[in-house]
């Protein structure tokens, strides 16, 4: 089964700063989905930005981008330029291509923004 | 024009009572889910319901019963509430993947926050 590690419970940035969340998974599919989510207090899920593993170009939205990493199952989050609005819950997940496909979610980071 | 619409947001009731939490998407997906997020703010899916057929039931109580009247409505109706299941709970929704898809990803209501007490 897949399972996806956010070692990470909290993290806090100074605003304008650039602060990098981390994701781990394990799988032995070698097509699949990355994704981050946000979750901001009013508690919608949000997705910020994906990857297909079969690219080996870095995802970017923006101010959000990805480091990544297939051989070592690594897929972390940038933020660049924090702003108090990124303030959040953040989740990894992980979707296998084919199948009955589930999305599977770290456990988060809590991602706080100092004024 | 909410992509994924939940109702209600909000849900306090007493143990031991029936309810019901309804889902609906304008988005054309063929696929629904349910997820359960915790106090503790993991999130696990429930069912997966694939153009109305049951695709996926991880380990749930069958308290728990999803119901897909149409491939763009996926209901929950809980049985004999227990305290255990005060929780947030999410419906989402997701066209089917094909190898190469761009742009592929589930999309999420809002959540509804179930308090049993």
């Known amino acids: 089964a897949q399972t996806v590690t956010q070692s990470q419970p909290e993290m806090s940035v100074q605003e304008a700063e650039t602060v990098t969340l981390s994701c781990t998974y394990d799988t032995s599919e070698s097509d699949y989905y990355l994704f981050w989510y946000k979750q901001p207090p009013s508690r919608q899920m949000i997705l910020v930005i994906r990857q297909e593993a079969y690219k080996q170009q870095n995802a970017t939205e923006n101010r959000f981008s990805v480091n990544f990493q297939k051989a070592a199952k690594s897929f972390s989050l940038k933020i660049s330029d924090s702003q108090l609005g990124d303030a959040a819950m953040y989740f990894c997940a992980y979707l296998g291509n084919f199948g009955n496909e589930k999305l599977t979610f770290g456990t988060g980071t809590r991602l706080t923004i100092i004024p | 024009d909410t992509a994924v619409s939940q109702t209600p947001k909000y849900l306090v009731t007493q143990m031991g009572n029936d309810k019901s939490i309804k889902c609906e998407q304008n988005?054309?997906?063929?696929?629904m889910y349910w997820y359960k997020q915790d106090s503790k703010k993991f999130l696990k899916i429930m069912f997966s319901y694939n153009n109305k057929e049951l695709i996926i039931n991880e380990t749930v109580p069958n308290r728990f019963s999803p119901k897909s009247p149409d491939k763009a409505h996926l209901n929950l109706h809980i049985n004999s509430l227990e305290l255990g299941d005060s929780a947030v709970y999410f419906c989402?929704?997701?066209?089917?993947?094909?190898?190469?898809?761009?742009?592929?990803?589930?999309?999420f209501g809002s959540g509804t926050r179930l308090t049993v007490v």
């Open positions: 989402a929704s997701s066209p089917i993947p094909f190898p190469g898809q761009r742009n592929y990803g589930y999309t």
């Open positions: 988005l054309g997906h063929d696929t």
